[in-house]
Each structure stands twice: as structure tokens, then as C-alpha cells.
């Protein structure tokens, strides 16, 4: 048995909340990943176990972003107990207790920028191939169970 692919499972990819329209959880984190990896969405459904730690949207933040209660989110997170999890951006990562660098596994967990297009770090081709190589050799190749 491979120490961790067994006893873990699929990596859990945790987000922030839902958006303001129904949908599948994280549907535009998926379709990030999905042009990072050149796969159609869909193919994703089966590769992790999406989740976010507020089941509803919070609503409006004060820079156009959505509002995100830190109390109900560290409340959220302390009953989600599985691992590995991928973590999307410093709010979910503070919500955790954790404080990491971008793509570094830890215990478990890693940290990725948030995928929203308010994001700017998006914004830089080398930032985007950082992040295109995790989800390519770390993810899919399931490096994190080493």
C-alpha cells in the first residue's frame, strides 16, 4: 500500500463560499484548474472532493470581492478533519490556522492562490506556470503523498 493514496484518498480542495448563483462548488476554481491542466472541467469532478468552508455567499466585501466571516470560517474548518487538502487562498489558510508558502506541503496541506479573477497574482505568466507545475507534477502525480 502507498502510504497516504490508501488512507486519504483524493485530495480535498477547499474554498472560500459559494458564489452569488447556484452551482456546482467551486465552479470557477475548476475551470481555472482545468485551463492550468488542459482538461475539460468536468474531468475534475472525480480527481478531488471539492468544498467550501461557508455554505452560503457571504455577500459583498468592502473591495468588491465577497465578504468573508473569519469566525464562521475558522468554525467550518475545525469540523473538516480529512487530509490532504489543497487550500485556495489566505483566507481559507487563516481560517485553518496556517501559514505557508504558496505550493509547499505541510502536514497534509497545501496552499494555492485563490483562483478568482479579482486575484492579481493571476495576472503574472510566471505566477500562473508556478502554479500550473504544482497542479501537473504535485497534484496529479500525487507527490503529496510522499
Sequence with gaps: ?????????????IGEAPGRRPG??????????ARLLEIEPEELADMFHWQNL???????????GSEFPMEAARAAATEI???PLILLGRRVAQAFDVDQPWFVWRDGLAVCPHPSGLSRWWNDPEHTQQAT??????????????
Excluded: C, K
Design 1 to 13: 500500500m502507498v502510504v497516504g493514496y490508501e488512507y486519504f484518498g483524493r485530495p480535498y480542495v
Design 24 to 33: 456546482l462548488p467551486l465552479a470557477g476554481a475548476r475551470r481555472r484548474i
Design 54 to 64: 461557508l455554505s452560503e455567499w457571504p455577500g459583498y466585501g468592502p473591495n468588491g
Design 81 to 83: 478533519t480529512q487530509r
Design 133 to 146: 507545475e504544482f497542479w501537473r507534477t504535485q497534484v496529479l502525480t500525487g507527490s503529496w503523498r510522499d
